[in-house]
């Protein structure tokens, strides 16, 4: 699609604010004359395979401390406003989206996009980007769904995503923490982002609001997980916060991809809500993870990384600007996408964790109170920090496995997985990536051919055929046996040496479980706090 086909929807950006004349607009660009426009302002370089290579500028990550909620008649009583939903009054809202109006309208050019999200046609929500940068609305490109060409002469945005990474807005008259700012208005169907260019914002805005509307609105449980499906139509689900495997384990070449990280669960089945991927590029290669590895070409855009000196060659080690080095490119980058991205009800769901301490079984069968138990804590622990001398493990818990972006209580998130884990009688399988023998620095990290073997053993019904022991602390079933794993891994305890540290060490996690939960607990079952560890 290009300039020079597409008539530009200038009656709408007029009625938003945008005073088309001011600016030379790009509507609906392609890949291509995005890459080309950012080469042209000298804002990124192509790498040896032809990715674009931009910096984000100050903001490498998310700033969840400068997300805001508008709280309004809509929001009030329904958003659990906390650390991650903090509220903001509506002229605060009406300020910043004239200041970024403003600013959009003395800009040279402006990118605009019309996109949409949800792969399930009965929730697509169409979704208008305006950018003041070609790469930031090559993410957009990337990362949503992409209309055809005759659906633009009749498309209607739902909401309006206005960026303007460029600005930096007065925290006193704005009424925010500092200069940057990510808000969302339910009622105004907008999100502004300014003062950050971090592409990422633009992705978890509309992930966050999904999260509202979906189940809020239309009774869809909006997951934070990848999903596949296998060649026999069997779908699967997995959950997992950063370093847990996520993506690694999804990517099966027997198994097509549906999505690697945001989903929603309807009477039907699952669906994407994206059109892409935004992967993480720390340490890749092509062993490691050849889809990834493979993505990085013409369209991709990478972020934050440095090339090896004196080449454009990408050096996925280096992590001098961030660890959170990314990439996004579209679904159809993977060979094995499946298209449209949606399945069917889910047989086997995946919760990841990385348990840094070695308490966790390395694979086990949940109940559906310890599913919503687990569910809602969102917990690994990893080492703590790259500094000298840091080794012990850090505990990490994040509701629903994704509490940034979770506008309502995780007991409704959960609830509604509890509600569907009964209805279809789904097997919840807890699985630990982590350690075993013993904790970070004394135990080893578990082989990743086992933990294949054992995600295979679960999608080919052959863990059902097990028997089942009980962990005496956390309460989930283990399998006594597995193929393809020796069993002598399979109880976390049988694999230390020091038997009384091993339970002093689950006695301890039981305790952070527990304390985690409090704050919880008023909204939720009581045969899920009745899944809590016990110490």
Request: proline share 6%.
């Amino acid at each position: 699609m290009s300039l020079t086909t597409i008539a530009i929807p200038t009656k709408g950006l007029e009625e938003l604010g945008l005073h088309s004349t001011n600016n030379l607009l790009h509507y609906q660009l392609s890949a291509d004359e995005l890459v080309q426009d950012t080469l042209r302002l000298h804002q990124g370089e192509l790498n040896n395979t032809g990715a674009l290579v931009v910096k984000t500028g100050e903001f490498t990550g998310r700033s969840p401390k400068d997300k805001f909620i508008v709280i309004d008649e809509i929001t009030e009583n329904s958003v659990h406003w906390n650390d991650f939903n903090i509220p903001l009054d509506e002229k605060y809202f009406h300020c910043i989206r004239k200041k970024i109006l403003d600013h959009l309208n003395v800009q040279p050019e402006l990118w605009v996009r019309d996109s949409y999200a949800c792969a399930e046609p009965r929730y697509r929500l169409n979704i208008r980007v305006i950018n003041d940068n070609p790469w930031s609305n090559l993410f957009a490109y990337n990362m949503f769904l992409r209309p055809e060409e005759e659906e633009l002469d009749h498309f209607t945005p739902d909401w309006h995503i206005l960026a303007a990474p460029s600005l930096k807005l007065d925290p006193m008259e704005c009424g925010v923490r500092q200069h940057n700012a990510a808000v969302i208005s339910f009622k105004h169907r907008t999100i502004l982002i300014a003062g950050s260019g971090y592409t990422g914002e633009i992705k978890k805005g509309i992930f966050s609001i999904l999260n509202y509307i979906l189940p809020h609105d239309k009774g869809v449980l909006s997951m934070h997980c990848s999903a596949n499906i296998g060649r026999d139509g069997d779908t699967a689900l997995f959950f997992g916060l950063s370093g847990t495997g996520k993506t690694t384990l999804s990517a099966d070449p027997d198994r097509k991809l549906i999505g690697d990280d945001e989903h929603g669960w309807t009477d039907q089945g699952v669906f994407n809500f994206e059109g892409g991927c935004y992967a993480k590029c720390i340490d890749l290669s092509a062993e490691k993870e050849p889809a990834i590895f493979a993505a990085i070409r013409n369209g991709a855009l990478v972020e934050n990384t440095n090339f090896y000196p004196g080449t454009l060659e990408i050096d996925y080690t280096n992590k001098s600007i961030t660890e959170n080095t990314r990439v996004s490119y579209p679904l159809h980058y993977i060979c094995n996408a499946k298209e449209p991205a949606t399945g069917g009800i889910p047989e086997n769901i995946f919760f990841l964790t990385c348990d840094a301490y070695g308490v966790l079984p390395p694979v086990s069968k949940l109940t559906p109170a310890q599913a919503m138990y687990q569910f809602i804590s969102g917990y690994t622990a990893k080492v703590a920090g790259t500094e000298a001398g840091v080794t012990e493990p850090k505990s990490t818990f994040s509701a629903c496995f994704g509490a940034p972006f979770l506008p309502l209580h995780p007991g409704f998130y959960a609830g509604m997985l509890g509600e569907k884990l009964k209805k279809h009688n789904a097997n919840v399988w807890l699985i630990n990536t982590g350690w075993t023998g013993g904790s970070y620095g004394t135990g080893s990290r578990m082989k990743l051919s086992y933990t294949r073997a054992m995600i295979s053993a679960a999608l080919n019904g052959q863990l059902n055929q097990a028997a089942f022991e009980t962990h005496p602390v956390f309460g989930m079933a283990m399998p006594t046996s597995c193929p393809g794993v020796p069993s002598t891994v399979l109880n976390p305890r049988n694999t230390w040496a020091d038997k009384e540290a091993y339970d002093k060490t689950a006695g301890s996690l039981a305790k952070q479980f527990i304390t985690n939960f409090e704050k919880y607990a008023s909204g939720v079952a009581p045969e899920v706090l009745a899944a809590a560890p016990k110490i």
